[in-house]
């Protein structure tokens, strides 16, 4: 949603789809490529980690590359937050993670049923 | 050497902050959990991390509820549910968890796997050698549940959201480590910029931590 939003933000159109399950080639971000293969390689760490790392901060610098670090901890730190307690998405949210979840498939996860609201949505659209 | 002596320069001084205060809390008896046990959470984090794609855990119920160690195999097997798995824990297996080890105790360990895994990935991505955990304190729980909890948020109880998002309050039956969880994202995060769509407080742009931040809870399949 906020990647939406944020994009909105400066004017920019991007291709939402390719952000969750593609290689970021058509993003639409500047080095989506890089950093989408660097947060890749930091979930699995594993030895493609190494290379990713220096093809981001080629890209991006080396405080970049920190800060795309940063950003993978702290979203595995909030997933495990969210999906451990259970929480819904927030009620202002929910037409908006509607619409992004069937763009990207996102309710293809097990945690969807977390929100049936959300659920509700998506099959109402779905068969009218 | 100082503690986290490694990240001067590379990382704000509000996060190395944060990393303190989570590391000064860890092994203190907590709400729930002695100092001991928060150790043996933590330990179990870290002993599983990062979970080879042939690691499960399985169906909990094969787990003993009773051991001489500090963390029995069934509590052992929960903290790694959380840390590498979160995505299967629905309603059925919560319920699980519950009727085994009850709220005030699951809400505490959820939020310490949070805070330890924020370090921890942190220190793998960068490919930095993890800090050594605390050594736990003496000390009796506080056996504290806060008031005013609301249902309909989460599984769990929480406080209510008000204007915050619910991931804010998702762990808040856990009070304080939930609060030190909220530093480590405000520090590591938004700052003080959560609304604001333009930001000038990181070195990346705002659209493109939030394309790490969705391939992230995509790799986790967090629906959230």
């Not at chain 1, 949603?1 to 944020?6: A, P, Q």
């Not at chain 2, 100092?35 to 330990?43: D, F, K, L, T």
């Not at chain 2, 855990?57 to 097997?77: C, Q």
Request: aromatic share 6%.
């Amino acid at each position: 949603m906020l990647l939406s939003s944020s994009s909105a933000a400066i004017d920019k159109t991007i291709n939402v789809s390719d952000a969750v399950n593609g290689n970021g080639s058509d993003v639409g971000i500047p080095s989506s490529e890089q950093l989408i293969a660097f947060t890749e390689a930091a979930h699995r760490v594993d030895e493609t980690l190494s290379a990713a790392r220096e093809n981001l901060s080629a890209a991006i610098g080396e405080k970049g590359m920190i800060d795309a670090a940063i950003t993978a901890a702290v979203f595995r730190s909030l997933n495990i937050a969210a999906d451990s307690s259970g929480i819904r998405i927030d009620d202002e949210w929910e037409e908006i993670a509607t619409h992004l979840a069937m763009e990207t498939s996102a309710d293809r996860f097990p945690t969807v049923a977390n929100s049936p609201n959300i659920e509700n949505r998506i099959h109402s659209i779905n068969h009218g | 050497m100082k503690r986290f002596q490694s990240l001067e320069g590379k990382v704000t001084t509000e996060i190395i902050e944060s990393f303190q205060i989570v590391w000064d809390h860890l092994g203190l008896p907590g709400s729930w959990w002695t100092g001991e046990e928060r150790i043996g959470i933590a330990s179990e984090v870290r002993k599983s991390n990062p979970r080879k794609l042939w690691e499960n855990v399985g169906e909990l119920k094969n787990y003993a509820k009773d051991s001489d160690e500090i963390l029995s195999p069934y509590v052992k097997a929960v903290v790694r549910i959380v840390a590498n798995e979160t995505s299967k824990i629905d309603q059925q297996i919560y319920g699980e968890i519950i009727k085994s080890i009850g709220e005030d105790k699951y809400a505490e360990l959820a939020a310490l796997v949070s805070q330890v895994i924020a370090r921890s990935s942190f220190c793998d991505a960068l490919g930095i050698e993890r800090e050594e955990l605390p050594e736990p304190k003496e000390g009796d729980p506080r056996f504290e549940r806060p008031h005013g909890l609301v249902d309909g948020v989460a599984f769990l109880p929480t406080f209510s959201a008000d204007d915050l998002p619910h991931v804010a309050v998702s762990l808040s039956l856990a009070q304080a480590d939930n609060a030190r969880r909220m530093l480590l994202v405000r520090a590591m995060y938004s700052g003080s910029s959560f609304g604001e769509m333009v930001w000038e407080h990181r070195n990346l742009t705002r659209p493109q931590i939030e394309l790490v931040a969705a391939r992230t809870s995509a790799l986790n399949e967090c629906f959230y």
